[in-house]
């Protein structure tokens, strides 16, 4: 007669499981809503477009886009979504976005990847400045 796991074994082995379910859940190419692109399928208000400064660019994690500002009044905005294995940029420094997941690099200004594993540029999303708000989509 086999002797069954014990209690400990049996939750050990669920949380790890889980674990591992999270740690692809973050890298996946689909969204929840099945959207593998990363581009809206529908407008989407990002708040004050005095936010994105001059020469700098803004991300917008929640909503999976960054948004730069590269001339006064004009705006350009890319899907935040990492093209090489979906993971969304954690930051953006200077003009560069950084994927955390294997640490792509992407000029937020053209969508052009600076530095791999990436080697699709991020989709560009059009972007408009209305009423003082930005919206994407």
Known sequence: MSKSPARRTVLRGAALAGAAGFGLAA????DADGNDSGVPDKPVELGAAA????GG????????LVVSQPTKGKYKCFSAKCTHAGC??????KKEGSCPCHGSRFDVTTGKVVQGPAAEPLPEVPVRAEGGKLIAG
């Open 27 to 30: 890298c996946s190419p689909g």
């Open 88 to 93: 969304i940029l954690s930051d953006v420094e």
């Open 51 to 54: 936010d994105v400064p001059v």
């Open 57 to 64: 660019a803004r991300l917008y994690r929640e909503d999976r």
